[in-house]
């Protein structure tokens, strides 16, 4: 079983990335390596969870068919690999 969050780090973000969210998660599927970066750097002095990029354009609006679609694919395609 899945417990799943969602983050951002816009303003416009329904949810912003939290250290709180950060130590609750034991894995964090980011979009693109820039947002890997962003992370690091906001939040180097906690330990991070294992993280994931799944190299999607951050070009998308909140909750677009497309990028859902996107984002489904890659996660359950990693998950699939890390259960076998």
């Given at each position: 079983?899945?417990?799943?969050?969602?983050?951002?780090?816009?303003?416009?973000?329904?949810?912003?990335?939290s250290?709180?969210?950060?130590?609750?998660?034991?894995?964090?599927?980011?979009?693109?390596?820039?947002?890997?970066?962003?992370?690091?750097?906001?939040?180097?002095?906690?330990?991070?969870?294992?993280?994931?990029?799944?190299?999607?354009?951050?070009n998308?609006?909140?909750?677009?068919?497309?990028?859902?679609?996107?984002?489904?694919?890659?996660?359950n395609?990693?998950?699939?690999?890390?259960?076998?």
């Amino acid at each position: 079983m899945f417990y799943v969050k969602s983050a951002g780090f816009s303003e416009k973000s329904p949810v912003r990335i939290s250290e709180q969210l950060i130590l609750w998660a034991d894995l964090i599927f980011l979009m693109e390596y820039e947002h890997s970066k962003r992370l690091r750097q906001l939040f180097d002095k906690i330990d991070l969870p294992k993280t994931e990029v799944l190299n999607i354009k951050d070009n998308y609006e909140f909750m677009d068919q497309k990028l859902v679609s996107f984002l489904n694919e890659k996660v359950n395609n990693y998950l699939e690999k890390i259960s076998i």
